[in-house]
């Protein structure tokens, strides 16, 4: 069978391969998105800049995908998206060379930022295909694997990243990042089925030619608040978590892994749940207590327990909303879907940091977390409001194994 094969999966069975291999894509795309953060120090030092400056680089790509997610999606839409997240992971490749061998602050802005437009393209894009790899009734599952690389990239590959930094140097990193993405398409290319955006929506429109869009906005509405609420504690969370680091061997660092398990435990929970919109009710819970431990987080138990609260309901609220919104937007609005999901995630997280930050400078960390927890339980009542006048639809009809064809 051929790179060119368009392959349609049995109805029940998982396409592993190919979700496994745009897990890697997501491996390499937050650990893009981080590595800034990660090589903080040397980099400024290397590049001759506050660590201010650098640490911009990550809010710039952020913004960037924000504003770049929509047009890019539109500009490739019809396109065989193997070959669309192929052509992203390329220029991803391109801009962390870039970086690695960038002499001046601007040069490196410059190839961050056009890795930023890459990635924006590359979750739209990863999203609505792996949507179109499954039946309905397998689209958890899926969204949890390709999750998975992502976690993966904040747990092992930017720490990973840091220790290549500290032995042979900083721009190192970059490279044997560019190295890994130059990998992955090819990868992504052996064994990823291709599949037209247009083929798809053509293939069972009548299925979903009536789900309206205005429900999944609402929706998008709702995760971008939870995201905000989240990511609002999440940013000062090693302040916040001072009193339970202390009573840890190795301190806040243990802390932080703690978080990243308890993150993949609940990405692994999120792919075994029945019921994406009542499963996103439950992280979304979830989020609102562990926002409230965190209120008391002077109480080191309470805190620790508030801690991993927080990283299981991270690790399950991205699957379960993202699975819920493909599946209320069929192949009939999907790609807008897939466009809006880079765009709500890192609007809610930039709005989220932005608050937060406001917030600490007037009264101190401790003003966070219950303003945020009534945020994402503002959320969650309209999400639960959501679920019981607009419930999902079912399924499309499951498509039949059809011989591979050139």
Known sequence: MSAQTTVRTAPDVLPLPALLALAAATFVMVTAEMLPASVLVPMSAG??????????????????????????VRLTRGRDRRLVVVGGLLVLAASSLGTALGPTFGVVLAARLAGACAVGLLWATANAHVADLVPGRLLGRAVAILLAGATAGLVLGTPLARLVADVVGWRWSFALLAAAAVLVAALVLTVVPGRAAEDAAAEDGVATAGRPLAPVL??????????????????FLTRLGETAAGLLPGGMSTLLLGYGLASAVGLLLAGRVASAGR???????????????????????????????????SGAVPPLSQTEILDRAGRRHRDLAAALIPVVFNGGIALGAGAASMLVGASGPGAVPVPAAGLVALATAGLLLLLATTPAPGPAPAREPEPCGA
């Open 47 to 72: 590049l001759g800049v506050p660590e201010a400056w650098t640490g911009q680089l990550v809010s710039a790509w952020a913004l960037t995908v924000v504003v770049a997610s929509l047009p890019l």
């Open 218 to 235: 609402v929706l998008f509405a709702l995760t971008g608040a939870i995201m905000a609420g989240h990511h609002a504690a999440y940013t």
């Open 279 to 313: 499963g996103l009710v439950l992280g979304a819970v979830a989020t609102v207590l562990a926002l409230l431990g965190l209120a008391g987080a002077e109480r080191a138990a309470l805190g620790l327990g508030a801690v991993l609260l927080l990283g299981a309901a």
